[in-house]
């Protein structure tokens, strides 16, 4: 960026890293460097991330990995190495607050910063700043990342899209509606694939037509979601960068009034704060990769055992299934007085529980899952209630959750 007429007055910025997983792997094996690199596999059989050598052959995230070893024969997989992510992720994060203490991590490798007053302390304006911070992530930790700074947080995450890798791009406020006009409504925030499409089905299908809309005719047709419409159409956001995101994690267990050893008694509880969890998730527009099991033995002993899953869900099938086969290898005849159940590294829920392909009951699961959902909504807990929970509330009643 050579030259803007709002650069020196714009301080919200979104910094996203480039191909985050693909990019720590080619750091680390140097042979990687020039060659299509895919990170995913396992269960799923799904695309995590990609290379962008991988991109220019079609790959992209949550590809069914056949898929995209048919675009891509020569790929190199290789599967996700989530605490290595982490480690990294951590170490960017901490840069980014000696930045300013307005740091919102939005996931593991990217997040908003507000750099509003910075100037004299860092001796720069913001984006001769930012300019610096992505030059020096690169030089020292070897990860490159892409800047979008903008004069709020919805330009400023459009922005840092824009020019990827190694991007640098500045939405100001007097252009925005301008270049906002002609993108698809599905870049606005909030609009996933499904709301689209009924946008796409009433004749909607740019944001510039969404401008030409008066905010009461956008509420009338769609509610809350219609006045949000109306305003991020022509640029307007007045979220806050907030330091603190809340809770890192979300989570319940529960205390047993005599000590349990058996698998088959310890599942249906486990289910049952599967579902406490999922459903604060749900409430919360808050999703996970992060699944932890929590135990504590008879004899007051803690144990935790976690598992990273390749895609951030708030499916309770899906914490049940990873926290059950967790639980498995921990009954071994140890009694145990305490079992919890947890979700962590947050993401937005618009991320969450993206179509397996290669999995069709798993979908089915997940539509019945929103079905009870909606029933006990409407009708309360108790309204429909699984076999399996069932035997958890008749089995035993806990001291406290």
């Known amino acids: 960026m050579v030259s803007h007429a709002e650069l020196d007055l714009l301080a919200i910025a979104h910094i996203d890293c ?64 989530m605490e290595k992510y982490s480690r990294v992720g951590k170490e960017i994060r901490e840069r980014m607050r000696a930045l300013t203490p307005l740091v919102e991590p939005i996931s593991i490798d990217e997040a908003f910063l507000d750099l509003t007053g910075t100037e004299r302390l860092h001796q720069a304006t913001p984006a001769e700043t930012l300019a610096k911070f992505v030059r020096g992530i690169e030089a020292d930790i070897g990860i490159s990342a892409s800047v979008g700074l903008a004069p709020n947080k919805f330009l400023a995450k459009l922005a840092s899209d824009l020019e990827k890798p190694r991007g640098f791009s500045v939405i100001g ?28 089905k009433d004749g909607i299908k740019t944001i510039g037509q969404l401008q030409t809309m008066e905010a009461a005719e956008l509420a009338r047709r769609y509610g809350s979601i219609g006045l949000r419409l109306a305003s991020l159409s022509h640029g307007d956001d007045s979220r806050l960068v907030k330091p603190e995101r809340g809770a890192k994690s979300v989570s319940t267990e529960t205390t047993f009034r005599s000590d349990i050893s058996s698998f088959e008694t310890l599942r249906p509880i486990l289910r049952n704060l ?28 803690t144990i935790t055992r976690a598992r990273h899953l390749g895609d951030p869900t708030q499916l309770a099938d899906k914490i049940y299934a990873a926290g059950e086969s967790l639980l498995e290898n921990e009954t071994d005849g140890r009694r145990f007085r305490l079992i919890g159940i947890g979700v962590s590294d947050l993401e937005p829920a618009d991320r969450a529980d993206p179509e397996d392909l290669l999995d069709v009951s798993a979908e089915r699961r997940k539509n019945a899952e929103i079905a009870v959902d909606k029933l006990r909504d409407k009708f309360g807990n108790s309204a429909v209630e699984l076999g399996l929970t069932h035997a958890a509330r008749s089995s035993d009643k806990p001291r406290k959750s």
């Not at 269960?43 to 990609?50: E, I, K, L, Y």
């Open 18 to 81: 480039d191909a985050f997983y693909a990019s720590v792997e080619k750091r680390d094996n140097p042979e990687l460097q020039d060659v299509p690199l895919i990170v995913g596999g396992g269960q799923r059989g799904v695309v995590s991330t990609c290379c962008y050598i991988a991109r220019i052959y079609g790959v992209r995230s949550a590809m069914p990995m056949f898929k995209a070893l048919e675009a891509c024969p020569d790929a190199v997989v290789i599967k996700p190495n």
């Open 173 to 200: 406020a007097e252009e925005a509606e301008t270049v906002l006009a002609p993108m698809p409504v599905g870049r606005i925030w909030g609009v996933g694939k499904v709301f689209q499409k009924k946008l796409e």
């Open 274 to 301: 599967s579902e406490k969890v999922s459903s604060r998730l749900k409430k919360s527009d808050l999703s996970g990769r992060g699944i932890t099991l929590k135990l504590k033995t008879a004899d007051f002993r």
